[in-house]
């Protein structure tokens, strides 16, 4: 054996291999070889038993012979594992006894000229013997699988991280064996990344969100340079996501969060971005930031924030989406589309109402459309019902929405503010087309919601009153009322209206209506605890009481002259109401309103809607089948009609069924 | 499969008349235009074109496809290199893939086949 494979043998003797064959007796032979040489050899004797291996255990690179099921001569499943997506970050080395053209295009070309890599890095004919594999296996540790086993990686003592709590925060559920082995998958994506440099400190946690997290970290080069980034990490599909994103949407401006490198495992991808001379060491999230007081300097940083960085970003482009503006900002806030479905939202605020109630002399209730809040000491305060008016369409914003790129949804961790008072943003998964109030509606929500405090409810209320009184974004707020506590917060709530105001027009209807998304949003996000402190159900209080404000201000613009239109459908599952499109429909709300459809103007039997929609056969007199057929009916109107509670377009016949009127005539 | 901007094909090959050129560049043209030139005014033509595919005639061409891959990427690393052989070989295949050519095709007469096959590599 040469000195240059003795080296290199000493060099990979961390390097662990995947080895799959269904000939076990080369598979043993061929494994002893590649332990000789200093490596982990993990063997499979199937695609089955591959895949499992992949999926639980830390691996670096794997051999595949490629007819890995039965030698037949059509059996290529080992070249088929190769080119799986799930697995496209390991490199792969072919094995086969029968080489030929075919199979070397198959596995050795790029399926795609941005690719890292092809599905499989070498391909070598098994009767070329064990030096052969050796050397393969040995050029694939230096060229493809590129880890970095010289770099010191050094934690921040104060912050008591390592990979296996960060692999625990993106993949809680694991088993302790499997999480061991993710947190050193995640050692492999840093050494990976980090290739070309000497030495990592990992600084801080910023933020972690849906299986995401973000890392302060500075790498130094080998010249002894630093380079101060921050690093995102998740699963490999969000952050490629992410990615393209950033390529589609980003605005190339010479101050901004750059993105620097990127690279994956199978289980974690990682972005690392530059904050061009942003001192690292001394950065802070908005939240800290906020919570040091003094409002001039907040002041300064909403000012870089709203007329640079979001600025940057909003010119990028405006587009007129044809949705309304609430099915838009259900989607911004979670709520639509692949987010919660409204049931589970009435679920949990109605948990988190129980969390408020428990608050001495609070009460709430939902009823008929309408919500009441009793606090002690107050007269009570009943308005639509906001989780309701969420799912309403807002009149004068059914269709024609102006959107501008936003960067994603702000939290007060996900903005960063450094030493010179300047912010920088860091989570870009959520990067897209919002309605231009979006991004100004999520600073204000991260402030009034996240941020300030006050010493009890009425102080809570009176802040609210006045956040509220405005008709125009550029009106002056009035502190009357306001305790100290939220003086500052209603200051830096005008900045950002004045600012909002400037650029999307002062009219504070469609401004309202995102933050009662947001709002509601917040609420449906909030996950049951066993525990409740006073101050988390303060806060509860506080965004529910905010939530029945900002229904009660814009009540009539959710319920104003009945819009007309008629309803009718295209292409079997895109519902109109004139021309607006009705959105975010359910699978069965869908096949309810297309079952009454087909009988626009003839009377539908609850046994039809039974048959037809559930697809079950009709039991006369069931009462679960009646109370689904009346939750269904329900759910629909709240999406179509105008108001659910009078029923213009699905007419109930008592006794007997329902009725479409397409034209949604009023009654008498 | 016509597109609005023609791609730029280039042919090297030191067999100017061989029949299979012709076959080349009748397939190709909806795709765009293909300019033939032999080993020898590879370089200098590549430095004073862009070219959006690269075409190596390996058995027309005195170089090893290795060396000709590395050149061409050197002036091009944008262009798709695509080694064509009327006589394919498994270990050949192996070295110009990883050498980086975008393909490996055996040489075939039906035009149709010709342009699907180079209409893809373009997709990639």
Known sequence: MSQTLKRRGEKMARGTILFADNDADFLNVRSEFLEDEGYTVLKASGPEEARKVLDQQRVQLAIFDIRLTDDSEGDISGLELAQEPAYRAIPKIMLTGFPDVDTVRTALRKRHVLDELPPAVDYIPKKDGPEALIQAVGDAFVHAVRLNWDLQIQWDPRERLSFLYLANLQHPDLQDDVLLQRAGELEDLFRKLFYGHRQIRIGRLLWHDDGRFCLTLAAQTPEGAIDPRILVCGEPERLAQELNRMAELAPETVEGTKLADTTETVHFGAVTYMLPDADMETIQSFREFFEGGGERRLKTVLSHLLSEMLLAWHKRGQKVEERGLMALYRQCAGLGGDGLSQTDVESRINALIQVVQAMSGVHVERRDGLMSLFFPGESPLTCPDPVTAVYRPLERYRTGVACTVSPGRLTAENMLVDAGRRAWLTDFARANQTPQWWDYVCLEAIIRFDLSHAPDLLAWLDFENRLVEPSGLHTRLSLQDITSDLRTSVNLIEQIRRHAGGRVGTDTLPYYAGLLAWVVGAMAGHKPAALYTHAERMRAAHMLLAAVKLSCRLGEAFSPSLPGGQLHMQDGHTVWMGDSRIDDLGVQELALLKCLIERAGQVVSRQTIVEEVFGEEYVADDKAQESRINTLVRRLRLKIEPNPDRARYILTLKGIGYRLDVDGKPSG | ?124
């Open chain 2, 1 to 124: 499969m016509k597109t609005s901007i023609p791609h730029q094909f280039l042919l090297i090959s030191d067999a100017a008349d061989d029949h299979w050129n012709q076959v080349l560049r009748e397939a190709l043209a909806v795709l765009g235009p293909l300019q033939i030139v032999s080993e020898r005014e590879a370089a200098a033509f590549l430095q004073m074109h862009a070219v959006d595919m690269v075409i190596v005639d390996a058995g027309a061409v005195s170089s090893a496809p290795k060396e000709l891959i590395r050149q061409i990427r050197e002036l091009h690393p944008g262009a798709r290199v695509v080694v064509v052989t009327a006589s394919p070989h498994w270990k050949i295949a192996k070295a110009v893939i990883q050498a980086g050519a975008a393909d490996y095709v055996e040489k075939m007469l039906n035009r149709e086949a010709i342009l699907a096959r180079f209409g893809k590599i373009l997709e990639q």
